[in-house]
């Protein structure tokens, strides 16, 4: 087949060839300078951006590679941020695959909780807003707390939680509302359902509980997770197969997430890409799934290889601490042989500095776990919470 990918990154989730072998099928890219030494020789065409961050620039570098190395079978791109640019390619090309409108399913999140709604699952109540007039509107007729997010974003990025009694315009303050939804805050233990579709069912999925929130990792909070095998589990993963049904996603991995309120679940949001932080690495390690490899290898009309057993017995969990933006760090304890269940660590050295820029990466700590059980991961979280010692400094001091 003949490929293009569409690629921002340069760790090893961009090794791509293996996952695809690059003499049995001619792999174009348009990519970043960093990734340039990891395509090797063995690119068709190779289009180098200094960021994909402008669409009309990939497209116009995606239109090179069609003259030098088309027509494409395919148009691959795994960040959420490059999967809206991914189809508008397509579209451009006229290249099999998602087109741009089922693409905003899992990009704009009143389109993706207006599908949802329509398939008669409940999600909470919300409305496109662009000013915070709107915002207080809404906000007086849920009666309750209501969160404010970009219609696009990811990571709670710009999330704001307005509760009752405080002032939205104080809230909102320096946020440009244009391309922003309101809805209702409902409460509940929030759980992500990460997995994989192939010819429009799911073939492999995993329900997880979240210790924390995403929203409470960009305020400074820990977040962890923590795989579940119980029937509340399966209630979870049932509900979110429903949802897939509903935005009728075919082929690719998903990361979708569920409020588990006192009336039920309740959809949150999804993402047809990978789940970010700690997941790709836990279900790699604890049960054999390579997701950014089995989505590739969808793309282009292979079968998955890498789906474990439909019952696994064995639980996996992940704890990420922010970085102290600002701070320097001095020292740190590793973890391992120290802690129950923990298999994996990844720590910053000392000297290293927190701008804030990290993400999921340059953290303060990134755990990993796998035991016969969910308690004994939330357990292994506390106790490293209680026992990982280290030494900050602000900058400059």
């Not at 909470?124 to 007039?133: G, H, I, K, L, N």
């Not at 405080?166 to 440009?176: E, K, S, V």
């Not at 001095?330 to 000297?351: A, D, M, T």
């Amino acid at each position: 087949m003949r490929l293009l990918i569409l690629n921002r990154h340069s760790d090893s989730f961009a090794e791509y060839d293996r996952y695809i072998d690059h003499q049995e099928h001619e792999v174009s890219y348009v990519t970043v300078p960093e990734h340039v030494p990891m395509t090797g020789r063995s690119s068709r065409h190779l289009e180098v951006l200094s960021s994909l961050s402008d669409e009309q620039q990939v497209l116009r570098a995606a239109e090179r590679c069609h003259r030098e190395a088309g027509p494409f079978d395919a148009v691959f791109a795994q960040s959420e941020f490059d999967l809206l640019t991914a189809a508008a390619v397509r579209e451009q090309l006229s290249v099999p695959g998602p087109g741009v409108q089922a693409t905003r399913l899992f990009r704009d999140k009143p389109r993706m909780k207006e599908a949802v709604a329509e398939a008669g699952l409940r999600v909470p109540r919300f409305v496109s807003v662009t000013s915070v007039a709107q915002v207080v509107e809404f906000a007086r007729t849920c009666g309750g707390a209501v969160v404010a997010k970009p219609r696009a974003g990811a990571a709670s990025g710009g999330v704001v939680v307005i509760e009752p009694g405080t002032d939205p315009a104080a809230a909102l303050a320096g946020l440009d509302l244009a391309e922003y939804e309101a809805e209702e805050h409902v409460s509940g233990p929030i759980w992500h359902v990460d997995g994989l579709r192939h010819r429009g069912r799911t073939c492999f999925q995993l329900s997880s509980q979240y210790i924390g929130t995403c929203f409470g990792f960009t305020r400074g909070e820990p977040l962890a997770s923590v795989v579940r095998l119980d029937e509340k589990a399966d209630l979870i993963g049932e509900f979110a197969g429903l949802c897939l049904d509903a935005l009728d996603l075919r082929d690719g991995p998903f990361h979708l997430e569920v409020i588990d309120s006192a009336d039920g679940p309740v959809f949150l949001e999804v993402g047809a890409r990978v789940g970010g932080g700690e997941i790709p690495f836990v279900l790699h390690d604890v049960y054999g799934v390579d997701l950014v490899g089995d989505w590739l290898r969808v793309v282009i009309a292979q079968a998955p290889r890498t789906l474990p057993p439909r019952t696994p017995r064995e639980h996996a969990g992940f704890l990420m601490l922010p970085e102290p933006e600002g701070m320097t760090l001095v020292s740190r304890e590793s973890l391992l042989e120290r802690v129950e269940c923990l298999y994996s660590e990844v720590l910053p050295e000392p000297g290293h500095r927190f701008d804030g820029a990290g993400g999921y990466e340059e953290l303060l700590g990134r755990f990993r776990y796998r035991a016969p059980s969910a308690k004994h991961i939330t357990d292994a979280v506390v106790e490293t919470l209680q026992t990982y010692r280290y030494v900050l400094t602000e900058e400059g001091r």
